[in-house]
């Protein structure tokens, strides 16, 4: 059998072009949008990193530092569908613990930009 060089269709990569609008640390909130998507993240606490000795990373190749007390609410979907979920991350026994819970749309103010 040969290797097929050219990728199938299905198998090429499709770039996704995306605008992110913010004005942060100064406003909290943070606008993403790509093709068909769109995300608000309202970072309600910034958090701090933990010592060296137990600071966690994320798992991606270049991974990020996890920080300790971090907070968003994060919401995405169409205007009628919105959907809103708080996260937290706290280190609990020097491991991020996460915690994730949806939050009514009315119990929230999402100031614009």
């Not at 933990?50 to 991606?60: F, G, I, S």
């Amino acid at each position: 059998m040969e290797f097929n060089e050219t990728p199938l269709p299905s198998q090429q990569v499709i770039k996704k072009n995306f605008v992110e609008i913010h004005n942060y640390p100064e406003k909290p909130i943070i606008e993403y949008s790509e093709t068909g998507r769109s995300y608000t993240y309202n970072i309600i606490e910034e958090g701090n990193y933990p010592p060296v000795a137990y600071l966690k990373y994320t798992k991606r190749q270049n991974g990020f530092r996890i920080p300790d007390n971090y907070e968003v609410e994060t919401s995405w979907g169409k205007p009628k569908k919105r959907h809103l979920v708080r996260c937290i991350i706290k280190y609990v026994d020097n491991n991020p613990i996460y915690w994730k819970s949806p939050v009514p749309m009315q119990q929230v103010y999402m100031p614009k930009l």
